[in-house]
């Protein structure tokens, strides 16, 4: 009897080693998880995606995107093992992911995009000066004659992605400090979406993530850029001869473009899994020539200046 119960332990023990054994780690270029990207960013992590995977057969990354507040929401909750967006976690929300068994978050620097302003071709307007973007923000300017005497368009309406999105968070931060969007302004869903409004109403200004349009050789982008026309800043630096100041690479790898901003992978990973397989993949040379070809600014590497066109 004695000797049957040992045998009956073995054969449990051994049951559970099979089992743990068979429950398979991912690994940096295997497995599958969940991350959460800044709906902005989508034309650019698409495109990253799709060279992993066929890169690595056996890695699958499932991207859900969303507004900026919400992938990182979606971090501090556990539902993705990285966020994809535009500024590094707080003090409160790193603080938020300590406490959940003393993580600590880890960021990848993959380089820098913009916020831009795009206008209906209609629009006899082109260009905007510092001030008066703090003002169409504010709701100081609401009128079109307000900007330029001869432009007849009337109310202004000023579109967005969503109320939580990282442009929002931007431009409330380094244009308003801290107050808030004027009562002109308004909230869609995506950026096609805010493209789509633009086209069809003359007198909307739309402010969307440059990924969008940067792409000049990516059907997607070309098909934006014929219905929209991208507005001029007035440029943080003294306007170089010959160079429109659109967010264009060179206007942003120089800041001289003023709504530049980061673009970082934060991870909440303990261990080197697909999730820093992932990250350190577009930190890489491939991956960062990927974001160099689609229009934005890597993090390293040279850079091409490309016009976008009226």
């Known amino acids: 009897m004695a000797r049957l119960k040992i045998l009956g332990l073995l054969l449990f023990f051994a049951a559970c080693g099979s089992n743990q054994s068979s429950e398979k780690l991912d690994t940096t270029t295997s497995g599958e998880i969940t991350i959460a990207c800044d709906e902005s960013l989508q034309p650019i992590i698409e495109a ?37 967006v535009t ?17 600590t978050s880890h960021f990848h620097k ?53 109320a939580r999105s990282g442009a929002v968070r931007l431009l409330e931060d380094s244009v308003l ?40 050789d990516d059907k997607q982008s070309k098909y934006f850029l014929d219905k929209v026309k991208v507005a001029e800043v007035q440029p943080i630096l003294m306007r170089v001869a010959g160079i429109t100041n659109k967010p264009i690479q060179g206007n942003i790898a120089l800041k001289q473009y003023p709504y530049w901003r980061p673009i970082l992978a ?11 397989g992932f990250a ?3 930190e890489s040379e491939p991956g960062q ?17 490309i016009n976008l066109s009226e």
């Open 266 to 276: 934060v991870s909440r990973e303990l261990r080197a899994g697909l999730g820093t």
């Open 87 to 103: 500024r590094d976690l707080n003090t409160t929300e790193k603080e938020a992911l300590k406490a959940q068994k003393n993580i």
């Open 177 to 216: 400090k801290g107050s808030k969007l004027g009562k002109n302004c308004f909230a869609l869903k995506s950026n096609p979406e805010v493209l789509d409004y633009v086209e069809k109403n003359k007198n909307a200004i739309g402010i969307i993530g440059v990924s969008w349009i940067s792409d000049l």
């Open 110 to 162: 993959l380089g820098y995009d913009a916020v831009g302003f795009i206008l209906n071709p209609a629009n006899t307007d082109t260009s905007f000066s510092l001030e008066q973007i703090r003002k169409l923000l504010s709701g100081e300017i609401t009128q079109w004659n307000q900007v330029s005497a001869s432009n007849k368009l009337g109310n202004i309406q000023i579109v967005f992605d969503h």
């Open 289 to 305: 020539k990927i974001i160099l070809k689609g229009g934005l600014v890597p993090q390293r590497s040279s850079i091409r200046t």
């Open 280 to 282: 350190s993949f577009m």
């Open 48 to 84: 990253e995606e799709a060279v992993f995977e066929s890169l690595y057969p056996e890695a699958k990354i499932n991207v859900v995107y969303l507004s900026e507040y919400d992938a990182i929401q979606y971090l501090l909750a556990d539902s993705a093992r990285l966020a994809i």
